[in-house]
């Protein structure tokens, strides 16, 4: 006996199937968009779990190296120049002199010894405390220049005749037209240029730049 076929429904095909068997998931649907990051300009390694490690250690690097340059060089300068006549070097474009200064960088302010003394310990204070929050390779570098160049005179000031606080600066570096400086004043001219180019650039001291914090 011929058995009895079941005429398809209307809209069936072979192999069809219905919209919940034929579902899929894109993995990709799921998928949150992240945030930008903040862009860091120079900020330094990125230590474990991903927070960026303070620039301390390269700030003291720096201003330890002027520090120890600087006195090593007035030591030199006091030990061979102290009885000399100036020894001029390059036709006369460099001139190695002995000099005390009672002033500022240059020769600036002469009477104003322990003032200057002072001044001159605030601006560690301030650079210490500073420091906490150092994350730029390139500030630290500056305020390291800063740093040492102000250690050095002020050790001076603090170590040298004709007593504490009030030490005469050796100064022995001399170029035309130009007063007579040290390796200390060299250092805190230079981290004042590079911190105003810093600052022009846009360069915070935590490694990212202006604007771009999220």
Not at 56 to 73: E, G, H, R
Not at 167 to 185: C, K, R, S, T
Request: proline share 6%.
């Amino acid at each position: 006996m011929q058995a009895e076929g079941r005429a398809p429904l209307s809209g069936d095909e072979p192999g069809a199937s219905t919209a919940a068997d034929t579902q899929s998931s894109d993995p990709t649907d799921d998928v949150q968009p992240t945030a930008e990051p903040v862009e860091q300009a120079d900020a330094g390694p990125v230590a474990a779990g991903g927070r960026r490690r303070p620039q301390l250690p390269l700030l003291l690097a720096v201003a330890v190296t002027v520090v120890a340059l600087d006195q090593l060089s007035k030591a030199l300068v006091v030990a061979l120049l102290a009885d000399h006549e100036p020894i001029r070097l390059l036709g006369g474009l460099l001139t190695m002199d002995y000099i005390r200064n009672p002033g500022a960088a240059f020769s600036l302010g002469t009477g104003f010894t322990f003032l200057f003394t002072a001044v001159a310990v605030a601006v560690v204070v301030v650079i210490l405390r500073t420091s906490r929050r150092l994350y730029s390779k390139a500030w630290a570098v500056a305020l390291g220049g800063l740093l040492g160049g102000a250690v050095g005179n002020l050790t001076d000031r603090l170590t040298r005749a004709p007593g504490f606080g009030r030490g005469h600066v050796v100064d022995w570096i001399e170029l035309p037209h130009w007063p007579v400086f040290n390796l200390a004043d060299a250092a805190i001219c230079c981290a004042a240029v590079g911190m105003v180019l810093l600052s022009f650039l846009g360069r915070d001291l935590d490694g990212t730049r202006h604007g771009t914090r999220a």
